[in-house]
């Protein structure tokens, strides 16, 4: 994805660059209301947030990240909006509002542009930097230790049930003989030259489906996404809308078991929602997002 430079410009000075996907669409379905309180669990470069703040009078956000790079960014970009923006560092399923109730809830999952952009951080196999993926460098497991460290079982289970990866326990068996592995593109190379053509997805790097597969498990992305989606219905007002945006099938189908089976959420978007042409053409990385949007029912003895 090519930004503009002023984008690029602000990327670069505060470590992370970020367009935020189906954003015209995220709005729309949440119906931001003049006064609301809103939380943006995944707050990233903040750019879902300032649309939030933009979309009606004395809107307030509570934003969190895991990344402090993320935190440090969106302060830097929305410092603006003063009183009406607080920060909280930390993991959204971990987050406890106490007694506060919100209008709306947003959580735009997986890895960010600014996360995979920047080689050190070890998101990308397209450039090289350490296997490190944590999105919470505080957290002591890193993609290195899963590599070269866990057993072979253990590697092939992660590649195939976190990854999706067919040829999971060749390649468990191939990084066992070959690790230790140092770098992304090490490890990205050394996958590639052990698949043979027949495997091969089109444009998809052979890498693909292991490298998310680490960062799943580095990160306990799904263990923590199923947390939030139970507490998080508790955390609306009555008529308050929770609205996700997730990038690959593991995520989708979380996602819409959760909302459809809680007694709490009326589903609103029967399919989930795409973006169009023009936003993919605008920025590829969109093309894989979906959009679904749940509001909170009132019901008898629930607690609203």
């Given at each position: 994805?090519?930004?503009?430079?002023?984008?690029?410009?602000?990327?670069?000075?505060?470590?992370?660059?970020?367009?935020?996907?189906?954003?015209?669409?995220?709005?729309?379905?949440?119906?931001?209301?003049?006064?609301?309180?809103?939380?943006?669990?995944?707050?990233?470069?903040?750019?879902?947030?300032?649309?939030?703040?933009?979309?009606?009078?004395?809107?307030?956000?509570?934003?969190?990240?895991?990344?402090?790079?993320?935190?440090?960014?969106?302060?830097?970009?929305?410092?603006?909006?003063?009183?009406?923006?607080?920060?909280?560092?930390?993991?959204?399923?971990?987050?406890?509002?106490?007694?506060?109730?919100?209008?709306?809830?947003?959580?735009?999952?997986?890895?960010?542009?600014?996360?995979?952009?920047?080689?050190?951080?070890?998101?990308?196999?397209?450039?090289?930097?350490?296997?490190?993926?944590?999105?919470?460098?505080?957290?002591?497991?890193?993609?290195?230790?899963?590599?070269?460290?866990?057993?072979?079982?253990?590697?092939?289970?992660?590649?195939?049930?976190?990854?999706?990866?067919?040829?999971?326990?060749?390649?468990?068996?191939?990084?066992?003989?070959?690790?230790?592995?140092?770098?992304?593109?090490?490890?990205?190379?050394?996958?590639?030259?052990?698949?043979?053509?027949?495997?091969?997805?089109?444009?998809?790097?052979?890498?693909?489906?292991?490298?998310?597969?680490?960062?799943?498990?580095?990160?306990?992305?799904?263990?923590?996404?199923e947390i939030f989606l139970e507490k998080a219905?508790?955390?609306?007002?009555?008529?308050?809308?929770?609205?996700?945006?997730?990038?690959?099938?593991?995520?989708?189908?979380?996602?819409?078991?959760?909302?459809?089976?809680?007694?709490?959420?009326?589903?609103?978007?029967?399919?989930?929602?795409?973006?169009?042409?023009?936003?993919?053409?605008?920025?590829?990385?969109?093309r894989s997002a979906k959009l679904r949007v749940?509001?909170?029912?009132?019901?008898?003895?629930?607690?609203?």
């Open positions: 994805m090519v930004l503009p430079e002023e984008k690029q410009n602000q990327g670069k000075q505060f470590g992370f660059a970020h367009v935020p996907v189906l954003a015209s669409e995220l709005i729309s379905k949440l119906e931001v209301k003049e006064g609301g309180h809103y939380l943006d669990a995944t707050v990233g470069a903040g750019g879902h947030t300032k649309l939030l703040l933009d979309a009606a009078p004395e809107v307030r956000v509570t934003a969190i990240d895991r990344d402090e790079m993320a935190i440090a960014t969106a302060r830097a970009n929305l410092g603006a909006y003063g009183e009406r923006l607080q920060f909280w560092h930390g993991n959204f399923a971990e987050y406890d509002p106490g007694l506060t109730k919100f209008d709306g809830i947003i959580a735009d999952l997986g890895v960010s542009s600014g996360q995979l952009d920047i080689a050190e951080r070890g998101f990308s196999f397209r450039l090289q930097g350490d296997l490190d993926m944590r999105m919470d460098c505080r957290q002591s497991l890193t993609a290195a230790e899963i590599v070269n460290h866990w057993d072979q079982k253990k590697l092939a289970d992660i590649f195939y049930n976190y990854g999706e990866e067919r040829r999971s326990r060749q390649i468990a068996r191939v990084l066992v003989e070959k690790r230790p592995f140092r770098t992304t593109t090490e490890l990205a190379r050394a996958i590639a030259a052990n698949t043979p053509h027949r495997y091969r997805s089109g444009s998809i790097h052979p890498a693909t489906r292991v490298f998310q597969a680490l960062r799943i498990a580095v990160n306990a992305e799904l263990e923590n996404l219905p508790l955390s609306l007002v009555p008529g308050g809308r929770i609205a996700l945006i997730d990038f690959h099938s593991l995520e989708d189908r979380l996602i819409k078991h959760r909302l459809r089976s809680s007694s709490l959420l009326k589903v609103l978007t029967k399919k989930p929602i795409r973006p169009g042409a023009e936003e993919v053409a605008d920025n590829p990385r969109s749940a509001e909170r029912l009132e019901l008898a003895g629930v607690p609203g």
